[in-house]
């Protein structure tokens, strides 16, 4: 499988996947109110599988197209240029006839070559942008690998809580969410958190500074957030999602869906934890975002993370969400 195969189906699926996105977009406005936080969120899984499956019936609209079939007009020219010559079955012909025979014959193979010429200069550029794109997502997958060693490295030196309290709200939340096992934290003053943690392993990432300054409902909210995040796969979400982004590189509106579903995925989520709190509480928990959002910053999220809060500039989008529960 060469690499201009590779990079002739990555532009299709791309095509399509961009078709696919502008699709939902204009489907989850029409029907923002009508649809839950939920059902916004996994809407986007059609944009992940259609990005991974690369089974699909023929698109007339493929890149493809514009630079083939390249190698059909090559082969096509070469089967040509190995056909027997045609005889005339008369012997006895007139030099003028002759002569414009080999005239027809010399603009017929001049433009033959012409075609030979550029249906090799298409395919030489299309060899050439799939080594670009393939660099382009090696030094993408490369520095997104750099930066995930470089926050392990900041956090594994981390040590696991025995604060009775945290503990307990840990056990608590467990039971509520109906799990069986619960997830460890451990506290780490270089990150202040909270975020999950760990692709095989996960744990929730927390500093003791911060632990301390949130009462214990706070902690409540924070453990059911990142444990729904835990329940759902979503860090194996994450992972999925950054694999496209290398893979997708040269498509901005790709990256548009996958950050709009990032965003959707923290509604989700919130609207997953008010579900298991009692309405009274609603109230509470936008504050903690809102008292979260002012006590901690935010890190770079490396691929096997979740955080209560990812981005500030969603936080106003959360709270109308939670307040219109």
Request: with cysteine; hydrophobic share 40%.
């Given at each position: 499988?060469?690499?201009s195969?590779?990079?002739?189906?990555?532009?299709?699926l791309s095509?399509m996947g961009?078709?696919l996105t502008?699709l939902?977009i204009?489907?989850?406005?029409?029907?923002r109110n009508?649809?839950?936080?939920?059902?916004?969120?996994?809407?986007?899984?059609?944009?992940v599988?259609?990005?991974?499956?690369?089974?699909?019936?023929a698109?007339?609209?493929?890149?493809y197209?514009?630079?083939?079939?390249?190698?059909?007009e090559?082969?096509?020219?070469g089967s040509?240029?190995?056909?027997?010559?045609?005889?005339?079955e008369?012997?006895e012909?007139?030099?003028y006839?002759d002569?414009?025979k080999?005239?027809?014959?010399?603009i017929k193979?001049e433009n033959?070559s012409i075609?030979?010429?550029?249906a090799?200069?298409?395919s030489t550029?299309?060899?050439?942008?799939?080594?670009?794109?393939?660099i382009g997502?090696?030094?993408?997958?490369v520095?997104?690998?750099?930066?995930n060693?470089?926050?392990y490295?900041?956090?594994?030196y981390?040590?696991?809580?025995?604060?009775p309290?945290?503990?307990m709200v840990m056990?608590?939340c467990?039971?509520t969410?109906?799990?069986k096992k619960?997830?460890?934290?451990?506290?780490?003053?270089?990150?202040?958190g909270?975020?999950?943690?760990?692709?095989?392993?996960?744990?929730?990432i927390i500093?003791?500074?911060?632990?301390n300054?949130?009462?214990?409902?706070e902690i409540k909210?924070?453990?059911?957030?990142e444990?729904?995040?835990?329940k759902?796969?979503?860090?194996?979400?994450?992972?999925?999602t950054a694999?496209?982004r290398?893979?997708y590189?040269?498509?901005?509106?790709?990256?548009?869906?996958?950050y709009?579903?990032?965003e959707?995925?923290?509604?989700?989520c919130?609207e997953?934890?008010?579900?298991?709190?009692?309405?009274?509480e609603?109230k509470?928990y936008g504050?903690?975002?809102?008292?979260?959002?002012?006590?901690?910053t935010?890190?770079?999220?490396?691929t096997?993370?979740?955080?209560?809060?990812?981005?500030?500039?969603n936080i106003?989008r959360?709270i109308?969400?939670i307040?219109?529960?």
């Amino acid at each position: 499988m060469s690499l201009s195969y590779i990079f002739r189906e990555i532009l299709n699926l791309s095509l399509m996947g961009m078709l696919l996105t502008i699709l939902l977009i204009l489907i989850k406005k029409l029907l923002r109110n009508r649809l839950s936080a939920s059902w916004h969120y996994m809407i986007w899984f059609l944009l992940v599988f259609r990005l991974i499956i690369p089974i699909a019936p023929a698109n007339s609209m493929s890149i493809y197209n514009l630079f083939m079939p390249v190698m059909m007009e090559v082969q096509q020219q070469g089967s040509e240029s190995e056909e027997i010559p045609h005889y005339t079955e008369k012997v006895e012909e007139s030099s003028y006839h002759d002569n414009v025979k080999y005239e027809i014959d010399g603009i017929k193979n001049e433009n033959e070559s012409i075609k030979d010429n550029d249906a090799k200069r298409r395919s030489t550029l299309f060899e050439t942008l799939s080594l670009i794109w393939f660099i382009g997502a090696g030094i993408i997958a490369v520095i997104t690998i750099i930066r995930n060693i470089v926050f392990y490295k900041k956090i594994k030196y981390g040590i696991q809580c025995s604060d009775p309290n945290a503990l307990m709200v840990m056990e608590e939340c467990c039971k509520t969410l109906l799990m069986k096992k619960t997830v460890p934290i451990y506290l780490n003053k270089k990150v202040r958190g909270p975020l999950l943690f760990g692709l095989f392993k996960p744990r929730i990432i927390i500093s003791g500074e911060l632990l301390n300054n949130i009462s214990r409902n706070e902690i409540k909210h924070v453990f059911l957030h990142e444990l729904i995040h835990y329940k759902r796969l979503d860090i194996f979400t994450n992972f999925i999602t950054a694999v496209l982004r290398c893979i997708y590189w040269f498509n901005p509106i790709l990256h548009y869906g996958f950050y709009k579903m990032e965003e959707d995925r923290e509604l989700s989520c919130d609207e997953m934890v008010l579900k298991k709190l009692s309405p009274c509480e609603y109230k509470s928990y936008g504050l903690t975002i809102i008292n979260l959002a002012k006590l901690m910053t935010i890190p770079y999220s490396p691929t096997c993370t979740s955080t209560l809060i990812q981005k500030k500039t969603n936080i106003q989008r959360r709270i109308s969400m939670i307040s219109k529960f």
